[in-house]
Structures are given as C-alpha cells and as structure tokens.
C-alpha cells in the first residue's frame, strides 16, 4: 500500500518541503507503534528545524519534518503493550509528524 509524506533533503526555506510517495508502508520495530496520522502542526519550531536552527535536531538528512501531531494508532511492533491499535494518540515527536 502507497503513503505520502513530506520529505526534507536539505535545509532552507519554504521550497525544500517535497512531497513524495512511497510504495511500501513500513512495519513498525519493537516498541514502535504506527499512527495513521489525522493531523501536525506547523509550528514556529517546524520553521526553525526546516531552516537547520534548531538546537535539538540538525538531521540526518533527508528526513520528514513534523513537531506534533494527533492521530489514530494502526499497528504495534512486538512488545508494545499500549497505546492499542485503534486509539488516538498525540505526540511530540520533533520530526516525522508530516507523514
């Protein structure tokens, strides 16, 4: 199954977000969890890690931007116990939110 998301191969503006298309949704590793994504912000600090300016994050590069986002758990890796698949969940997760 295809999924999209926003990609960033290098730092600046506005112009490096791409969207770009996936073949394969991958499985989530042990302890994670994916989330079917409902809703990110695109906050002051999404400008700031797109840009390069943000102290906690400086890459690699490419990655998928995406500060917070709000959104409904798909599948769970082995071991995870909780959240459940099927329940909303939010997160901070610095980046990977626009996915």
Known sequence: M?????RIARFGGPEVLELVEEQTVPAPGPGEVRIKVLAAGTGFT?????????PDFKGPLPFTPGYDLVGVVETTGPGVTAP???QLVADLCIVGGYA
């Open 84 to 86: 459940r698949e099927g």
């Open 46 to 54: 999404d400008t700031f890690i797109r840009r390069g300016r943000y």
């Open 2 to 6: 295809p999924w999209r998301h926003i």
